[in-house]
């Protein structure tokens, strides 16, 4: 069993910064890729960011060129570092792994989810 943890959410005010840390553990952790996504309540779970172990990255429009997604395979651990926060990226953030994943930014491709930490930004 995988188990994901995340860290690092907050409440900033906008324009500030946050960094979310993602921690795998557990046996067959090293996913091929891994992800972030947010959820509002009421709202759909979105894919914010995307990298699989060749480093390549996807990002979604609404957060590309503030949101930056790191991962370190021999630590097992998966970062997002958010920049320029807005209002709108106020959610709760998940970190997800899956095997072969062909949309990178669709939940429904991945198969471990992480609990979530909240993300707050106010004006």
């Known amino acids: 069993q995988v188990q994901l943890a995340e860290s690092g959410g907050g409440s900033v005010q906008a324009g500030g910064s946050l960094r979310l840390s993602c921690v795998a553990s557990g046996s067959n952790k090293n996913r091929n890729s891994m992800a972030w996504f947010r959820q509002v309540p009421g709202q759909v779970r979105e894919g914010v960011a995307a990298?699989?172990?060749?480093?390549?990255?996807t990002y979604a429009p609404s957060v590309k060129g503030r949101f930056t997604i790191s991962r370190d395979i021999a630590k097992n651990t998966l970062n997002l570092e958010m920049i320029n926060l807005k209002v709108e990226d106020t959610a709760m953030y998940y970190c997800?792994?899956?095997?072969?994943?062909?949309?990178?930014?669709?939940?429904?491709?991945?198969?471990?989810w992480g609990q979530g930490t909240q993300v707050t930004v106010s004006s």
């Open positions: 997800a792994a899956g095997w072969w994943v062909a949309d990178k930014l669709a939940d429904l491709e991945y198969d471990v």
């Open positions: 990298i699989d172990t060749l480093g390549d990255s």
